[in-house]
T-cell receptor, first 116, second 113 residues
Framework: KAGVTQTPRYLIKTRGQQVTLSCSPISGHRSVSWYQQTPGQGLQFLFEYFSETQRNKGNFPGRFSGRQFSNSRSEMNVSTLELGDSALYLC???????????????FGEGSRLTVL | ELKVEQNPLFLSMQEGKNYTIYCNYSTTSDRLYWYRQDPGKSLESLFVLLSNGAVKQEGRLMASLDTKARLSTLHITAAVHDLSATYFCAVVVLTASGSRLTFGEGTQLTVNP
């Protein structure tokens, strides 16, 4: 079966612009979480969505937002981009948040954002 | 705030040698994952440890979990070059508001011929 699909895989933006990243979870999965990976801060939790509701949010400024649609696809948006937002953004899906807790969590290939 | 610390952060070893990566965490949790990441790639799940005393082995890698000591280890036996990668441990926390992974800093492993 198809895995977690993230688009776009690579993108370049300039400071001040905004960006939208998309994540399509594994078919049937209703929980989607997002992580940011940077060389300086490592892997950090951004958000978790389940059934179109944000259930959990990491410690990021309000410029970072997200949503989940009725088909479980999720998008995250970063507004007013800063150089420090350059990162690999990873999406993970599971059937439910509780199943993520038991190991049934699958990561996509990531979207690599470069801010110039 | 949950902290997850790995050591060492950098490990250079020769093929055929054994070594252990340590993962300490600061809160009560009985769920821990180990991931592998190759340069420019996503996270590949290696092990899911779901209880105190859990031990899992796959090829030259073996992971264990001691929830009382808040410690997990990833043991490498007779390393080969293909094991060169960055290894992350991640502690899972489930709350009423959802679940999240808190990752360690990663251990960059280089296996030299």
């Amino acid at each position: 079966k198809a895995g977690v699909t993230q688009t776009p895989r690579y993108l370049i933006k300039t400071r001040g612009q905004q960006v939208t990243l998309s994540c399509s979870p594994i078919s049937g999965h209703r929980s989607v979480s997002w992580y940011q990976q940077t060389p300086g801060q490592g892997l950090q939790f951004l958000f978790e969505y389940f059934s179109e509701t944000q259930r959990n949010k990491g410690n990021f400024p309000g410029r970072f937002s997200g949503r989940q649609f009725s088909n479980s696809r999720s998008e995250m948006n970063v507004s007013t981009l800063e150089l420090g937002d350059s990162a690999l953004y990873l999406c993970a899906s599971s059937l439910t948040p509780e199943l993520a807790y038991t190991g049934e969590l699958f990561f996509g290939e990531g979207s690599r954002l470069t801010v110039l | 705030e949950l902290k997850v610390e790995q050591n060492p952060l950098f490990l250079s070893m020769q093929e055929g040698k054994n070594y252990t990566i340590y993962c300490n965490y600061s809160t009560t949790s009985d769920r821990l994952y180990w991931y592998r990441q190759d340069p420019g790639k996503s996270l590949e799940s290696l092990f899911v440890l779901l209880s105190n005393g859990a031990v899992k082995q796959e090829g030259r890698l073996m992971a264990s979990l001691d929830t009382k000591a808040r410690l997990s280890t990833l043991h490498i036996t007779a390393a080969v070059h293909d094991l060169s990668a960055t290894y992350f441990c991640a502690v899972v926390v489930l709350t009423a508001s959802g679940s999240r992974l808190t990752f360690g800093e990663g251990t960059q492993l280089t296996v030299n011929p």
